[in-house]
């Protein structure tokens, strides 16, 4: 299993097998970074464009799409030329070989325009675990004091989500985080040093090679 980080919440997953899944390319991410990359399939977590964003869906073109009845909604008749999947919290998809688990997770206080669902997803592929916290500002979603995960990918920009105390004190309470990877700090870059110094102080895992 190869993660490649894109900006702000953006990842790309590539099996071993070849399949791609990709989850909230966003706004903050040009769509020429995105020339060459058709992935087979794609979700998104929430409709704020810095996750869900039409022009970086018909750049990349998935052959299915997952959203929650919120993005489908803004969608309307917007011609695209993926197959759409509606997806809902609680829902445990097969795409492919990759096992998905989406969980709801709490936006906190400060979202003016609060989206009805925002998902975490756990992933499970190729005999390893992600778990991808989402726009996570309060603990929320599944429990994981008895989760073992190979890679967590957490936010740390603060205001909308964990900031950095709240992410280290959260990825404390797994059972087992084997990578910790930052996310969604790409509008308060000097969150990501702060959370990398804590990191540090606790002696945990940070995946540099995934750090942009």
Same mark, same amino acid.
């Given at each position: 299993?190869?993660?490649?980080?894109?900006?702000?919440?953006?990842?790309? #997953?590539?099996?071993?097998?070849? =399949?791609?899944?990709?989850?909230?390319?966003?706004?903050?991410?040009? #769509?020429?970074?995105?020339?060459?990359?058709?992935?087979?399939?794609?979700?998104?977590?929430?409709?704020?464009? &810095?996750?869900?964003?039409?022009?970086?869906?018909?750049?990349?073109?998935?052959?299915?799409?997952?959203?929650?009845?919120?993005?489908?909604?803004?969608?309307?008749?917007?011609?695209?030329?993926?197959?759409?999947?509606?997806?809902?919290?609680?829902?445990?998809? #097969?795409?492919?070989?990759?096992?998905?688990?989406?969980?709801?997770?709490?936006?906190?206080?400060?979202?003016?325009?609060?989206?009805?669902?925002?998902?975490?997803?756990?992933?499970?592929?190729?005999?390893?675990?992600?778990? =991808?916290?989402? &726009?996570?500002?309060?603990?929320?979603?599944?429990?994981?004091?008895?989760?073992?995960? &190979?890679?967590?990918?957490?936010?740390?920009?603060?205001?909308?989500?964990?900031?950095? !105390?709240?992410?280290?004190? =959260?990825?404390?309470?797994? !059972?087992?985080?084997?990578?910790?990877?930052?996310?969604?700090?790409?509008?308060?870059?000097? !969150?990501?040093?702060?959370?990398?110094?804590?990191?540090? !102080?606790?002696?945990?895992?940070? &995946?540099?090679?995934?750090?942009?």
């Amino acid at each position: 299993m190869k993660l490649t980080k894109f900006e702000q919440s953006g990842m790309l #997953l590539e099996t071993t097998s070849g =399949f791609t899944l990709m989850w909230d390319i966003g706004s903050y991410t040009a #769509l020429e970074k995105l020339a060459g990359i058709n992935p087979d399939s794609m979700l998104v977590s929430h409709i704020h464009g &810095d996750h869900f964003s039409l022009e970086c869906i018909k750049a990349l073109s998935p052959k299915v799409l997952y959203l929650n009845e919120e993005c489908i909604e803004a969608i309307g008749v917007e011609p695209l030329s993926s197959e759409i999947m509606r997806v809902k919290a609680g829902d445990e998809l #097969l795409i492919d070989d990759i096992k998905v688990t989406a969980f709801d997770v709490d936006h906190g206080p400060n979202v003016k325009l609060r989206p009805k669902e925002n998902f975490g997803l756990f992933i499970e592929a190729d005999g390893k675990t992600v778990y =991808f916290a989402g &726009d996570m500002f309060y603990e929320s979603g599944i429990e994981v004091s008895n989760l073992e995960a &190979d890679v967590v990918l957490v936010p740390v920009g603060g205001f909308y989500t964990f900031g950095p !105390k709240e992410a280290i004190e =959260f990825i404390k309470k797994f !059972k087992r985080a084997t990578n910790i990877v930052p996310i969604h700090y790409d509008n308060a870059p000097e !969150k990501l040093g702060e959370f990398l110094a804590l990191a540090e !102080k606790e002696s945990l895992p940070i &995946d540099d090679v995934l750090v942009s």
